[in-house]
């Protein structure tokens, strides 16, 4: 029952957004992992075990990011066409090569961005988590290291045993930031290699 409940949802939530697949839980399921947000940022570098755990996938993703590692990237995305990134860099992308077409853009760029996550919850309804936070980090404008913040919410959907990220959206609130941010990586990586 509960797999085919769990099914149902996913399938809302492809159609009509999370948002609505969330009044479909019955009660109890869909829970936080903490209430309080955790203030300890993931970077990358703890240690990503098996896969199983929701802080092993975010860890993945911040290793392979911050580590420029396209592979890791293409493993921690699910290899899926409902794969959907809406951010800063991209706008929204949809479909299972996405993640590596963007994500390689930013890792060609002489930016060198480099971002951690904290003050985030992570919340669990079956087969998909949701991981809702702040990045924060630097990049590079030249010879200038400026800062760096994005509000940030990762969906994963467990996959073979392994948590796959489905969804990316980041939000850059100051718009200054947000447009030196995109010209620099855009600018930088659209210069022939």
């Known amino acids: 029952m509960f797999a085919a409940l ?7 939530a492809a159609i009509f957004g999370l948002a609505t697949a969330w009044l479909l839980l019955p009660t109890g399921i869909a ?21 199983s755990q929701p ?11 911050n580590t420029r590692d396209l592979k890791m990237i293409d493993d921690n995305f699910a290899p899926s066409d409902d ?5 800063p860099l991209g706008g929204i992308r949809r479909g299972a090569d996405e993640p590596h077409k963007m994500y390689e853009v ?9 971002v951690e996550f904290w003050d985030y919850t992570i ?19 030249g010879d200038i290291i400026k800062n760096l913040s994005v509000r940030t919410t990762r969906i994963f959907q467990l996959v073979d045993g392994h948590w796959r990220q489905m969804h990316h959206h980041g939000s850059i609130d100051d718009a200054k930031l ?10 930088a990586s659209s210069k022939p290699q």
């Open 6 to 12: 769990s099914h149902t949802i996913s399938m809302t």
């Open 31 to 51: 829970s936080a992992q903490s209430i309080k947000p955790i203030l300890t940022p993931i970077t990358g570098s703890e240690d990503l075990g098996d896969l």
């Open 55 to 65: 802080q092993q996938a975010l860890a993945q993703f911040y290793r392979a990011f």
């Open 83 to 87: 794969v959907a990134i809406d951010n």
């Open 106 to 114: 930013v890792f060609r760029s002489p930016a060198d961005v480099h």
């Open 123 to 141: 919340h669990r309804a079956g087969d998909v988590f949701w991981a809702v936070g702040r990045e924060r980090g630097t990049y590079r404008d």
């Open 178 to 187: 947000l447009g030196e941010y995109q010209a620099t990586v855009r600018s």
